[in-house]
């Protein structure tokens, strides 16, 4: 399923199987997630410098032709010479290379993936099960990781990232309230089914005040909002590659020590930490899948809220 240009659907092709160059895996996708970073590169706020481009980073695949089980996910290349990656950020590689943007993702029958950024894969969790880890809970997992010590912490927006790191931060012993968009009784339901403490709309306040809060969804209006949910030294993570404007606020919201921050790609460090992490946690993702001849379909899904959890497209 091919993106060609900004705006058009994604394109039903037959292309011969690709082949690995040195250092590269050839690898047969079993299950690949949709990511709302897909709908940003479609509708052109994450740009695609060289369409036509096969998308999809949250791939879970096996080698051919030795069959060993592999997750490929958005950071597909880095350059390890950068001052970024000399100082053990290669999430902000200058010269990085994101699969399903600048490399071809997972929206396919096969792929090929540098060797050094797949990662093995346990058998705790069917394909479809694990393919949402891949970003949504690997990326999720940074921001949450930028919440320290955070106690009370706000997830805004519950969708497939919410969903998986609810569970993870209930592990931790932490207590999650839940925003969604105002009227959106079913993720407040899904929220408090996977223990929520609170579940509401983004316009209320929540019932106390929060350690630190995490935005999901792509609004920059959620910016303020969640400033005044936060008290004294509270963080604020923008969990998504694009956010719509950021209103201007009174300083007021901000002081005390409060900040606002950005969470950006992942390292390698990242995913091994999560996916080791995420069975000992009991993550169970819910997902709905599609085949992958319907991945318009599940993007449109995505788009207008037409699922809790996230979706897959299987091959
Ligand atoms: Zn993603
Ligand atoms: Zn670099």
């Not at 604020?236 to 002081?255: K, N, Q, R, T």
């Amino acid at each position: 399923m091919v993106f060609e240009r900004v705006g058009a659907p994604l394109r039903e092709l037959e292309l011969p199987v690709p082949e690995a160059a040195p250092g590269q895996l050839l690898l047969r996708v079993h299950a690949c997630g949709i990511c709302r970073t897909d709908l940003h590169l479609i509708d052109g706020e994450v740009e695609i410098a060289a369409p036509p481009r096969i998308l999809g980073h949250q791939v879970v695949a096996s080698t051919v032709p030795d069959g060993r089980r592999v997750g490929v996910a958005w950071l597909g290349w880095t350059c390890g010479e950068c001052s970024q990656c000399r100082a053990g950020r290669e999430n902000l590689c200058e010269r990085a290379r994101f699969t399903g943007r600048d490399i071809d993702g997972g929206f396919a029958e096969y792929m090929v993936a540098d060797e050094r950024f797949c990662f093995p894969l346990g058998e705790d969790h069917s394909d479809e099960q694990t393919a949402p880890l891949l970003c949504a809970g690997v990326i999720g997992y940074r921001a949450l990781a930028m919440c320290g010590d955070a106690q009370r912490i706000g997830f805004y927006g519950f969708g497939a990232a919410a969903h998986i790191l609810i569970q993870v931060a209930r592990w931790q012993g932490r207590d999650v309230y839940a925003f969604t968009r105002t009227g959106d009784e079913a993720a407040q339901a899904f929220a408090r089914e996977l223990g929520a403490v609170w579940a509401g709309s983004s316009e209320e306040p929540p019932p106390e005040p929060l350690d630190a809060a995490i935005i999901f969804a792509p609004l920059g209006a959620l910016v303020p909002a969640a400033l005044r949910a936060v008290c004294p030294a509270g963080t604020v993570v923008c969990g998504g590659i694009h956010m719509s404007d950021i209103p201007a606020f009174p300083y007021d919201i901000l002081w005390g020590e409060r900040s606002v921050r950005s969470v950006a790609n992942l390292t390698r460090g990242d995913a091994r930490e999560f996916l080791g992490l995420a069975p000992r946690a009991h993550v169970h993702t819910r997902v709905h899948s599609y085949p992958l001849a319907a991945a318009n379909e599940a993007l449109r899904d995505l788009r207008d809220g037409n699922f809790t959890g996230a979706a897959v497209l299987i091959p």
